[in-house]
């Protein structure tokens, strides 16, 4: 087996960080690697097994004798850089959205679907960290009882948002723990009210930036930009992305997705229709079964998954799997994982392998 020369785009933000640990946890043939970003991180180094190497800026040479180039550094920087990356031969694994829907574009969980990466001519999308996690699940539920529709709520982590979310929720707890009359649990009268909800002690957009309200001690009913049917784009990526990893045309997802203010890692609570009659007992047992995933219900002792029991993990786990009493054949179910791992940077390593 040959080493591989590496390029990451993105290598020094929340996603980008965690490829270069996945790298070298599972031990990537890597010949070199070239660290990229913006000049905001130009000067800056990251460790990469015992090494310190230099981030390099982004530029039209930066895939010059590359193999394989991870990019994940927003759509904008893909759909720029990509063609340029292919165009100096390198093998792209890309995490934005993209190109994931296009024909020639295979969409890969390496659980899933691993047949279509040998479809790729130099391009290879990631997918929707929130429809990778529910996939985990949902994929292996599907082969033993055809799904037909799903109704589905995220509870999707500040990390997915990238690392300037993560500091957001940070100095947004701080500031409200700083505030004696919240800590106080007094009743709030509306002065104090509208000083918390800017924040304290910092201006609504000093400490506003990444969303349009305090993500601290709140929910945002709002993930990605709104599209003309009231859904959001992340809402919708469920149906689309699902349907193409699936090769399942008809699959039809109604989600509402939901920003809550957890570090890391992504959950969602799905109910699912299927074409046959559910067994419980055959559901768990392909659940307990499937790749990537762990069975972890024992409501009863408090055992389901929650996310600071998959944060930092490669699995998946999924519970609370019961019949939906909502539908005829249906089934309800809790899966959680760590989105920065399986909806994106382990999922692209998984892919590397792959080819
Ligand atoms: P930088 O550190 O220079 O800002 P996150 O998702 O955590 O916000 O990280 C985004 C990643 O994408 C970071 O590594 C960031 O680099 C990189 N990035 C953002 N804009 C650009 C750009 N114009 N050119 C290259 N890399 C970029």
Not at 49 to 68: A, G
Not at 157 to 182: C, H, Y
Not at 312 to 329: I, L, S
Request: aromatic content about 8%.
């Amino acid at each position: 087996m040959k080493d591989y020369h590496i390029a990451v785009v993105g290598a020094t933000g929340a996603v980008g960080q965690e490829l270069l640990r996945v790298l070298e946890r599972r031990n990537f043939p890597v010949a070199s690697l070239r660290p990229i970003s913006s000049a905001r991180s130009a000067g800056k180094s990251v460790g990469f097994r015992d090494e310190s190497i230099p981030v390099q800026k982004l530029n039209e040479h930066s895939f010059e004798k590359i193999d394989i180039a991870f990019f994940s550094a927003g759509g904008e920087i893909s759909r720029k850089y990509v063609p340029i990356a292919c165009q100096a031969d390198a093998i792209v694994i890309d995490n934005s959205s993209v190109f994931r829907m296009d024909a020639h574009v295979p969409l890969v969980i390496p659980e899933i679907n691993a047949e279509d990466v040998r479809l790729h001519r130099g391009l290879i999308a990631n997918p929707n960290c929130t429809t990778a996690i529910t996939l985990m699940a949902l994929f292996p539920l599907h082969r033993a009882f055809s799904v037909l529709r799903i109704f589905a709520a995220s509870y999707q982590a500040v990390s997915g948002s990238g690392t300037r979310a993560i500091d957001e929720l940070s100095q947004q707890i701080k500031n409200w723990m700083e505030d004696d009359q919240f800590c106080s649990r007094r009743p709030l009268d509306d002065t104090t009210r509208a000083k918390l909800s800017s924040h304290g002690h910092a201006s609504q957009s000093e400490a506003t930036t990444v969303y349009p309200h305090p993500i601290a001690f709140n929910l945002l009913p709002h993930v990605d930009s709104f599209l003309e049917n009231g859904y959001t784009k992340e809402e919708m990526k469920m149906q689309s992305e699902a349907r193409k990893i699936m090769h399942l045309p008809q699959f039809r997802a109604s989600v509402t997705c939901v920003r809550v203010p957890v570090y890391r890692a992504h959950s969602v609570a799905v109910s699912a229709e299927f074409e046959k009659p559910i067994s419980l007992e055959r559901a768990r047992e392909v659940l307990a079964k499937a790749p990537g995933l762990e069975l972890v219900d024992e409501p009863l002792s408090n055992r389901y998954p929650m996310p600071l029991s998959v944060s930092e993990k490669d699995n998946c786990q999924v519970g609370r799997v019961r019949v939906d009493c909502a539908f005829e054949n249906g089934l309800a179910f809790w899966v959680s994982g760590d989105q920065l791992l399986k909806g994106a940077a382990l999922n692209a390593v998984q892919i590397a392998e792959l080819l």
